[in-house]
């Protein structure tokens, strides 16, 4: 299987809130043989570091407007960043 990789800017939204993420996120087949997807999202701003702490799952949303929802596989609190995964189709 050809591995499907997206890296640029996304908009993860989650409660209301939206937050401008760089996204560093590929496609991945697990051992059962479903596709899923994850990867990294790191918060653009300093100011969203303190939500991306809060994100437990959510939905991301790419800049062509294509959108998946994902949950949150490992948050690494103070840096904004957040390790996602889904095992829903990939949103790129």
């Known amino acids: ?4 990789v997206y ?16 996204a560093d996120l590929a496609t991945r087949r697990s051992p059962d043989g479903s596709q899923g997807w994850g990867g990294h999202l790191q918060a653009d701003r300093e100011e969203d570091f303190e939500l991306m702490a809060e994100v437990g799952a959510g939905r991301l949303r790419l800049p062509d407007g294509r959108e998946a929802d994902f949950d949150g596989a490992g ?16 949103p790129f």
């Open 1 to 4: 299987m050809t591995e499907n």
């Open 7 to 22: 890296r640029g800017l996304a908009t993860l939204i989650d409660r209301g809130f939206e937050i401008v993420v760089h």
């Open 75 to 90: 948050n690494e609190i103070g840096s904004g960043g957040l390790l996602v995964s889904s095992g829903g189709p990939a």
